[in-house]
């Protein structure tokens, strides 16, 4: 035992002079080593483990020796879990507490651990040794010298692999975390503003460990912590600063998102401070091919959201610097493709700021002419704004231009935003809506209300955009979370289903009232006649017995097996047979009764029928749509053309009932063959088309999207089957929702609609552009038109719909109010806003005759997802 202390004590030497000593004891130090691995007792010594723990929480100078004594150690200790000194914990000690200057030395002891895998057991957690790692890296800056650039990302992608393949070293469990442990110490260090300097590139490594898919989760995670604006500021700085030097393809992405996730809180002034620190440093990406890619399309979505005029002349600078120096005597496709981007940034802010000095100067020396449409689209953008600077107006805001008002995206509201236009535009439905008297009790027809208020407000504000808060609340189905995505369509056909019962119920009780008066007077009379009471029914319900049959409105698509056919068939006995079918026929004689607003607008009548093949019999029924569902063939290819009337008519084909899908015949008593058939026998004088896109994909788990080639008909023509024969209503389109990227469970919608003097309006949440029917034509994947909405060929009696709205006058008292209200307070806003721009600023200009409140600009959306991510980032790709 005494033999077993002393060579211990001598390995320990040893060990010290190597690590400690100067180039002569590190010499010495080996040599000694050497040769007491000749002593008999020396392979059988049972504390190497504890030696190297001396050794790693000691002092180290001569860390480029660690690498080597590593290796040495790794003959005599075994594959064991240490519990008691864990080495993976011990070696992130080390580099806690180790200066290491080279990055070199690092990445040589991160592959000596690869190469041992004692020093990495599975059973191990190694959160502490990947924390130290990142610590480390951050402490090494770019090299000046071009030579050993390529080196110090060499040795950044060395440190990434080592992450990656500890991540996957770990168990499931620890997998997620260990990133999450990265990502904060990252983020420690990054938003660090007390730091005397700015981290270093190689830090960019760690983002690369991170997927491109978990990205905006990771970011929103960051600014959901409660972090202050100045470390969030600071944070995007450096990832900024990082953009001419790092050369993965991660980086841009964390920035981008960053950059959106600050937007969706409204974080403008963090964006600004950003821009003007990091601004020349960010150009210079621009400069370097190889980073060129990653960096333009942050750099341009940076300068298209410029509102602030002070930045104007830094960023002409900048432009003609890069241009000038580097993107003309380059001439790349890459370089071509930069300068027509920075042209179009040029004229958009000369546009914004009209009066900045040299504006006309420039655009006679612009290398190449601005592309207009881009132009045009990106013009009236909502723009950074900070609320201490002034503001300078632009020639005309979104509202004087267009009077069209947006919709605020309240988060991820963009499905129910872009319906709620496309509604607006259904122009009888809008007028109805507008000039009905819902009931005055305060809890019936709440959504009625809250669309009458809104509507009223999109016609007649004044305002740029409005927040639909209201809407969303009184509408939004109880199983749609808050904050997360939805589906238009799902949210569309809620909404009408609301409208349609609240307004149902209040028909049922005022005719109710009514049926009771007239029953007493016909009692009165009946009894002095006859003696006796007779019973009275209304059309759709036995109100004297209170039996009321109610059911949603369905799609076609709704009707699927025998058991619903069933239920619709006991429902069409009691509803469609009766004079009153509910729903306004084409003729317009259902007259008698008063019929439901969204069935009188959007409704129509369909008779479905199943007919055995094997006895021939065939059964009907009758029932009300609202749209049509209509769905790919499957023997159509993805690459394959399909119209929207191609669609319709594949719908009302006869369809075959096979196999799994066989038909269950009341007569044969058995499952049968057969075929079933849809004819439409009233066509509604509004019809809504929703074109199934979306397929469930086990694998994922998401509702994955079909990528047709679809022609979206402007004309199309719907068969309908009369007593007599089959004519055809032809429809022409008005509106369409658009879904924005590959899953429905992600992406963004927007809406293209046109008024009635033939104008195409985009409708992007807030922010509202013209546009062209063409430009909606030639939308390609992933956007995707998905609800059409038609309109039947056929005027309007008197020509009471042939205005975009009507009269203020006409409308209620109550509406009237609502809108002199919101006049009122938007007027007032704007003088608050000026006044106290003025006192921020003490050498501010008197406010100009007709300024507009640039400030009032809506939010962008806030709906985006790993796909359209990657579009933004790709300027090849258009969202």
Request: net charge negative; charged share 25%; hydrophobic share 35%.
């Amino acid at each position: 035992m005494h033999t077993e202390e002393i060579l211990k004590y001598d390995i320990k030497q040893c060990l010290n002079l190597i690590m400690a000593g100067n180039d002569t004891e590190v010499s010495e130090g080996w040599t000694k080593l050497k040769k007491l691995e000749s002593e008999p007792i020396y392979g059988h010594l049972n504390n190497y483990e504890t030696i190297l723990h001396e050794v790693l929480t000691g002092t180290i100078i001569n860390v480029q020796e660690l690498p080597r004594v590593l290796i040495w150690f790794s003959k005599y200790l075994t594959e064991k879990p240490f519990t008691l000194h864990s080495i993976s914990n011990d070696i992130a000690i080390m580099l806690k507490n180790t200066e290491i200057s080279d990055m070199s030395h690092l990445t040589m002891i991160l592959q000596v651990l690869l190469e041992h895998s004692v020093y990495l057991p599975d059973s191990i957690n190694h959160s502490k040794l990947c924390e130290a790692v990142v610590i480390s890296l951050s402490t090494f800056l770019m090299p000046c010298d071009p030579r050993k650039i390529s080196e110090f990302n060499d040795n950044a992608s060395k440190v990434q692999n080592f992450l990656e393949v500890i991540r996957l070293k770990s168990k499931n469990i620890e997998n997620d975390n260990l990133i999450l442990i990265c990502l904060q110490t990252l983020y420690k260090i990054i938003s660090d503003t007390k730091g005397k300097q700015e981290p270093g590139p190689g830090l960019a490594a760690v983002l690369q460990v991170v997927k491109s898919s978990i990205i905006p989760q990771a970011v929103d995670w960051i600014l959901s912590e409660s972090h202050s604006d100045a470390q969030l500021a600071q944070a995007l700085k450096v990832l900024c600063s990082w953009l001419p030097k790092w050369r993965g393809d991660r980086l841009s992405i964390w920035i981008m998102e960053f950059i959106i996730g600050l937007e969706k809180r409204h974080k403008y002034s963090i964006l600004i401070e950003v821009t003007k620190a990091k601004l020349d440093v960010m150009f210079c990406a621009l400069s370097v091919p190889v980073c060129r890619q990653n960096a333009s399309p942050i750099i341009f979505y940076i300068l298209r959201k410029q509102g602030s005029p002070s930045l104007f002349q830094n960023i002409v600078r900048n432009i003609q610097i890069v241009m000038s120096n580097f993107l003309i005597k380059e001439d790349s496709e890459s370089s071509k493709e930069c300068i027509q981007n920075l042209v179009d940034i040029m004229k958009i802010l000369m546009l914004r700021f009209p009066n900045q000095h040299g504006c006309i100067n420039l655009e006679n020396n612009f290398p190449v002419q601005p592309r207009m449409h881009i132009v045009k689209e990106v013009w009236n953008d909502h723009v950074w704004i900070d609320e201490m600077e002034e503001k300078e107006p632009l020639i005309e805001t979104p509202k004087t231009h267009l009077g069209k008002v947006g919709l605020s995206n309240l988060g991820n509201t963009c499905y129910m935003n872009s319906v709620l236009q496309a509604l607006l535009m259904t122009k009888q439905f809008c007028y109805e809506i507008l000039m009905y008297k819902p009931s005055n009790k305060a809890d019936d027809q709440v959504v009625l209300k809250k669309l009458q208020n809104l509507f009223t407000l999109l016609l007649y504000s004044k305002r740029i955009s409005l927040a639909p808060t209201e809407i969303l609340l009184a509408s939004r189905p109880a199983y749609f979370l808050p904050g997360q995505q939805q589906d238009s369509s799902e949210f569309l056909c809620h909404l009408l289903d609301l409208l349609h019962e609240q307004e149902k119920s209040a028909i049922i009780i005022c005719e109710a009232n009514d049926s009771k008066e007239d029953r007493e007077t016909n009692e009165m009379s009946t009894m002095s006649e006859e003696g006796a009471s007779i019973k009275r029914w209304t059309t759709e319900e036995d109100l004297s017995e209170s039996i009321v049959l109610e059911r949603k409105t369905q799609s076609l698509a709704d009707f699927t097996d025998g058991e619903d056919l069933a239920q619709v068939q006991q429902l069409s006995d009691s509803h469609s047979d009766s004079t009153d079918s509910g729903i306004q026929s084409v003729g317009g004689e259902d007259t008698n009764t008063q019929v439901p607003l969204v069935h009188r607008v959007l409704g129509g009548k369909c008779k479905i029928t199943y007919q055995c093949a094997q006895c021939d019999t065939s059964s009907h029924n009758t029932d009300k749509f609202r749209d049509l569902q209509l769905c790919f063939p499957e023997e159509i290819q993805e690459n394959q053309e399909v119209s929207v009337q191609d669609l319709i008519n594949y719908y009302l084909t006869p369809e075959k009932l096979t196999g799994e899908n066989k038909y269950r015949c009341d007569k044969c008593m058995k499952l049968c063959d057969a075929q079933r058939i849809i004819k439409i026998l009233h066509a509604p004088t509004y019809l809504i088309l929703i074109l199934k896109h979306f397929r469930y994909d086990f694998d994922t788990r998401l509702r994955t999207k079909l990528r047709h080639k679809v022609m979206y008909n402007e004309t199309i023509q719907l068969p309908v089957s009369t007593p007599s024969c089959t004519t055809t209503e032809t429809y022409q389109l008005y509106a369409a929702v658009v879904h924005s990227g590959y899953s429905m469970d992600y992406g963004h919608y927007f809406t293209y609609a046109r008024d009635l003097k033939q104008n195409w309006y985009k409708f992007n949440d807030s922010y509202v552009s013209q546009t062209t029917f063409n430009d909606f034509k030639s939308l390609k994947p992933p956007d995707t038109p998905y609800i059409l909405f038609y309109e039947k060929n056929v005027p309007f009696e008197g020509g009471l719909y042939d205005e975009d709205k009507p009269e203020l006058s006409t409308l209620s008292k109550h509406l009237q109010e609502l809108v002199a209200n919101d006049t009122t307070a938007y007027i007032e806003e704007l003088r608050h806003q000026a006044e106290k721009s003025q006192r921020g600023r003490h050498n501010s200009i008197s406010l100009r005759k007709n300024e507009n409140s640039d400030d009032e600009n809506p939010p962008p959306t806030s709906c985006h997802s790993k796909e359209d991510f990657t579009m933004r980032t790709n300027p090849n790709c258009r969202r």
